[in-house]
């Protein structure tokens, strides 16, 4: 099957008690055994499984074309679980210059309380990562693209190779472009995170995380840390984002479509100072965003001329799109980088330009959404 007939049926088979087309939600924390031991189908507790997240589970790991996936109660519970799977004291990782700033605080300020270091390096720059690979033995490189809230965009091949040639392994962010647009495993990541809390879901109804690889020993150590750990999805917020992904190909169709109209509106306003979107030609990874994704994603950064205060203003004064964290979802969302989502990142390499605008471009009607902005930045 293809990749949509996949979302709508990998993992959902119709359920063989009662033909619901629809996999039950399990609403529950333990099985009846018949017997000690004796499981039905190998459910004994809900932390180790429940068959509604499992079915969400298959359906993600058929859409990333990997062996199994982890569904998590949200993307840095994911994330956490994957780092502690595959560091330990005394590892050195690679992370962007330019991430998703929860993502560099549970580098900065929690796993190196673990004896667990990190250096940042602008992996567009493929040179400066081989450099930093070489200057000191590194366990992984954490690769995100396109970046949060830059819109960097990394050529996952060949940052595999470089990785791969150090002896680390290559782990991918693929929230931004969630499988659809992108399928690092097929490019030679070795795992891929995701937080589903954005355009797997889709609604903004729901947090979550997922991880997924192609090998089976890392299934079986993420297994392990899963249920030893225990971060995971209730069997509703299951549902919710399985029930989300079904349209994850259509809705990511008309995001793609509505950002680009939006960000081709930006880079001709006169108070825009700069687009950050990897469909314009002028983007430094346009080419390589052309290569390695179907479209070019629902997110467009930009800054605005006149500086900070006037886009905290820009941030305070749209209609349409809604002043919020997060992304993904149907509906619109702006919101000003350095005081919200990345405000963590301050004062470190990772610092956002204080000028800097993002949005999140929903399914709404195109022309509504530019009205918005225009009426905004006016
Ligand atoms: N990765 C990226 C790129 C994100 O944007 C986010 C959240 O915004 C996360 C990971 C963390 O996911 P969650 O908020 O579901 O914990």
Redesign the pocket.
Known sequence: MRFESLAIHAGQEPDPLTGAVVPPIYQTSTYKQDGVGGTRGGYEYSRTANPTRKALEECLAALETGTAAFAFA??????DCLLRTLCRPGDHVLIPAD??G??FRLFAKVLTNWGISYDTVPQTDLEAVRDALKNRETKLVWA?TPT?PLLSVVDLEALAGVAHEAGALLVA?N??ASPYLQRPLELGADVV??????YIGGHSDV???ALLTNDEELDAAFAFLQNGAGAVPGPFDAYLTMRGLKTLAVRMDRHCANAARVADMLAGHPAVSRVFYPGLPEHPGHKTAATQMRAFGGMVSFRVAAGAARAVEVCGRTRLFTLG???GGVESLIEHPARM?HASVTGSPLEVPADLVRLSVGIEDADDLLDDLSQALS
């Open positions: 949200s993307g840095m519970a994911a994330e991430a998703y929860g993502t995100e949060n962010d929230t931004f995170a995701h937080s589903t809390t954005k947090v979550g995380g964290e997060s992304l989502t």
